[in-house]
């Protein structure tokens, strides 16, 4: 009797070639800045900014004071657009040599109508996206990571009419400090100069001079020096421990006043002044 055998043979291999599907990369534009959208509240901010922020808009609001928030948190794709949007169409940065992020699958420079590259096309699509993140008012790139992207900043329009009288935060308040206009010594040296190759007479009455303009001057720098220390020199008086009177120019968020009312709630206003008019963070950058 025939003995059969069974035998399990192996799977071939699939010699199929495998078909990935790459999505074609779409040209930069305005479109863009709908894409990853940023945020324009404090709750997706982070502690203590978060708290810190939200003591400090309140209390401005509570002194009258108008605040706009146009942006607090920026995911890293969003940051990465209006940076390199910003270097291309102010910067003269190369379109072509923008750096690919994982999941912005963007093109930044733009072929014409036979194939190579375009530049002009592509200045005027990165101009236009400048345009659409609303940054004609910049004079600096958005960084590719900053204090946005780790939910510790916020861009915000601070506007009040007349004087404001603002509550302080925990931290200390310091004034900012006030400019001297001192006398400059050397006009009293070129007269008292002057005066030594002119005739007698006129020497003395040079020299008589020259000493009433230098008392004069130093009069005028003790004033000043005596106007700087007094609280209402600054703009800024406390008239009791809990509120600052701000009643310098201008009435907007560039005010040296408010920023040092600002600090005392640890906000704090961007280190490189109108450069960037909007921006407060934890650390000033």
Known sequence: MATTHTRRLTRATDTTPATVSIPAQELSGSQWASRFPGSRSIDDCVDPFKTNIGNFIGALRRAGASVDISATYRPPERAYMMHYAYVIARENF??????????????????????????????????????????NGLHTAPALSSQHTLRMAIDMNVTWRGNLVVAKGPLPYVPPPQPHHAAAPHRAASAASAASSASPAAAAASAASSAASAASATASAASSAASAASPAASGASAPDDNTVTISSLPRTGMNANLHAVGASYGIIKYFRGDEDKPHWSSNGR
Do not use: C, K
């Open 94 to 135: 190369d379109p072509r040599h923008v750096p690919v992020m994982a999941g912005v699958n963007i093109r930044w420079d733009h072929p014409g109508e036979d194939g190579t590259y375009d530049a002009n096309a592509s200045l005027q699509a990165a101009q236009d996206m400048v345009r659409a993140f609303d940054m």
